[in-house]
């Protein structure tokens, strides 16, 4: 099985684990440095992290290598399909991937809690389209300012504890969570629902 099948194959099951990806990466054939010079539109390798899709979702671009020392790994579009570049400030990204909030166990509860009512909020909007318009400008707001941004300013209010991951993680993928289960709920086969209300079948949320 050659490059492209392997990652078809991974692509068709939906999501590797973080181990596959890293040996599939491991196992890429190298490239000559000229050829990457340009700019190189990408997408996410779902890995089954609790991130997945973050990145995507804030309007992550791709990546531009100018030259062998110069390389902008994080180009972001705008509103109007103008990318722009985004410096990965060290302090930020390593509070962010480092903070021991997100591999506590005291935590994970938190995290599930926060995503169930974010989703049940969802299914509600799904089906009340008048909760949907009263939600949708603050849900709007939230998605266009880059996860980066909410970083600065969650150190500035909340400096290096715990509580700016927390805050980060919250407003990032808030808008991703509840847009799922809008676009979920509004999705559903109309015909499916009449024929499981005909023949009595229980609808059952998973």
């Not at 927390?166 to 509840?178: D, G, K």
Request: without cysteine; proline residues 6%; aromatic residues 10%.
């Amino acid at each position: 099985m050659n490059t492209l099948e392997k990652l078809n194959t991974t692509l068709e099951n939906g999501r590797a684990s973080t181990e596959e990806a890293l040996k599939f990466f491991d196992e890429l054939e190298s490239v000559n440095l000229e050829f990457l010079i340009g700019r190189w539109q990408g997408y996410e390798f779902p890995t089954n992290h609790p991130m997945d899709g973050l990145l995507e979702a804030s309007g992550w671009y791709g990546k531009e290598f100018v030259d062998a020392e110069q390389v902008h790994p994080l180009l972001f579009l705008d509103g109007n399909n103008n990318i722009f570049k985004v410096d990965p400030n060290p302090i930020a990204m390593n509070l962010g991937l480092s903070s021991p909030v997100f591999k506590s166990k005291t935590m994970k509860p938190v995290f599930q809690l926060m995503n169930l009512m974010l989703k049940i909020l969802g299914i509600i909007a799904g089906i009340k389209p008048f909760i949907s318009r009263a939600i949708r400008p603050l849900i709007s707001a939230l998605q266009g300012v880059p996860p980066i941004a909410w970083i600065v300013i969650a150190l500035l209010w909340f400096g290096t504890g715990n509580s700016t991951a927390i805050f980060t993680v919250a407003v990032a993928t808030l808008p991703i969570i509840f847009i799922g289960a809008v676009e979920g709920v509004r999705n559903i086969n109309s015909q499916l629902l009449e024929m499981a209300n005909t023949f009595k079948i229980p609808i059952k949320i998973y």
